[in-house]
């Protein structure tokens, strides 16, 4: 199942409206920390709310389908939410959605496969951000603006990738680079989920670093919503990919 996540990173920038391109600008209605802490964790609910409710009582047959439509969809509203430079509760309630059946769909595969690996995934792609924000906020992890642009290649190279792997799979071909639940892993399998952990791993410090400008920058509110959607989108990207590393080692 090809990984459907895009990275939202670039969408800020100083000469938006509302913006200044020195010192915050003074607003009533301004962009902070606790404003997207919480509309993260909003975000995340709905999310985890709609995986639970589909791995709970999706019927077994639909599990590939849904999982297919789930990912297609959470592909393209990210690319909405680029090329407009917005977000909005209704925005990330539609990714909550169709990336919350995805989710359900791959979880319920692997877990079938590999009991327990779910959990494992969770605690894992937890322990992965956390380390991560520990390392920015204390460690001084940064990416530069150069390497911020060579990690969006990055992503949209990846995603195209896998979208081609899932093009190629429909007409039964099977490269190996995305193998299922008990089949054979190669050398290309582990090296493509290794590098999508990487990505994740740079885009949540890309993520981070898109808060920390926006809020020294006096930026409107209503960015809070794109940063949670950002974030959103790499902690699934992130979960994903433990999971098929994790489901490597059990093989």
């Known amino acids: 199942m090809a990984n459907p996540v895009l990275s939202t990173k670039g969408l800020f920038t100083p000469s938006q409206p509302g913006y200044t391109s020195g010192q915050a600008q003074v607003v009533d209605d301004r962009m902070t920390f606790d404003d997207v802490l919480a ?18 009582f999706m019927p077994e047959r639909l599990l590939y389908p849904v999982g ?30 169709a990336e919350g059946l995805l989710l359900a769909a791959f979880s319920r595969i ?33 990416i530069s ?11 949209f190279a990846f995603v195209g990738v896998a979208l081609l792997n899932l093009v190629l799979f429909f007409f039964g071909i099977n490269t190996g680079l995305l193998p299922g ?17 990487g990505l994740a791993v740079y885009s949540l410090v890309d993520d981070f670093q898109y808060v920390e400008a926006g809020v020294n920058a006096g930026a409107p509110r209503s960015q ?28």
Do not use: C, D, H
Not at 41 to 49: E, H, I
């Open 39 to 56: 509309k993260t964790a909003l975000s995340l609910a709905g999310l985890f709310l709609v995986a639970a409710f589909a791995y709970f």
């Open 68 to 97: 297919m439509v789930g990912g297609l969809a959470a592909v393209f509203v990210p690319f909405v939410v680029i090329r407009s430079r917005a977000a909005s509760p209704a925005g990330n309630i539609a990714y909550a959605v």
């Open 110 to 142: 692997f877990e079938a496969a590999y009991p327990g690996i779910i959990v494992q995934g969770v605690l894992g792609t937890f322990m992965a951000a956390a380390v991560t924000l520990i390392a920015y906020r204390y460690g001084g992890f940064r």
């Open 145 to 155: 603006s150069k390497a911020s642009k060579i990690l969006r290649l990055g992503m």
């Open 181 to 197: 639940p008990g089949e054979p892993v190669s050398l290309l399998a582990w090296v493509f989920a290794l590098v999508g952990i």
């Open 224 to 251: 809070g919503w794109v940063a949670a959607f950002g974030i959103s989108v790499t902690m699934v990207w992130l979960y994903i990919n433990i999971v098929r590393i994790l489901s490597y080692f059990r093989r």
